[in-house]
């Protein structure tokens, strides 16, 4: 009798150690599927951003000129590209600059049925610049949708380092007008 209880017992706790089992594979056969996705998910990404990078390194080289950033869908990633855009464009007129990049947000320089947003920009310039070379820059600021808010010289207003300081607002209009 003691035998017969023993084994029905072994066999009950088997019979749930292997549903128990089965429950646990299946939750984890889900966390890798989804983790599978997410992977393909972020290498689309990753993709869609060397695809967007290439694109505008042959545009620079072939002497196109863009008219504003361009954008993707992530946040992190469009300041990434302002902060690459802004960091180029100023090497390219000579200039040796820190630039700080902050979160897009919604613009109270517009009405609100209009939907523009804007991104602040800091920039300080590590080297002295001449009145004309600040002349100039402000001129090509204006071929883009950028409005100085701040400019200082040897001020603190803009807390970045560097001997000339910009705080400039990038708008960001809806569908690209």
Known sequence: MKEKGLIFAFVILMSLLC??????????QTQIKEQKENLTKLNQRLDYVK???????LRRMTGKVLTQIPRVNDPIANKVI???????????????AEVEVENERK????????????VLLKIGFRDNITYNQMTNLMETFRDFPFTVEILTIGG????????F????????????A
């Open 19 to 28: 549903v128990l089992g089965t429950k646990k594979i299946k939750s984890l």
């Open 107 to 118: 613009s109270k320089d517009f009405p609100d049925m209009i939907g523009v947003n804007e």
């Open 156 to 163: 603190t207003e803009v807390a970045l380092p560097g001997i």
């Open 82 to 96: 302002i902060k690459k855009f802004i960091l180029s464009f100023l090497s390219r007129k000579g200039y040796q």
């Open 51 to 57: 695809n967007l990078e290439e694109s505008l390194e």
């Open 165 to 176: 300081r910009l705080q400039l607002k990038y708008y960001i209009v809806p569908g690209g």
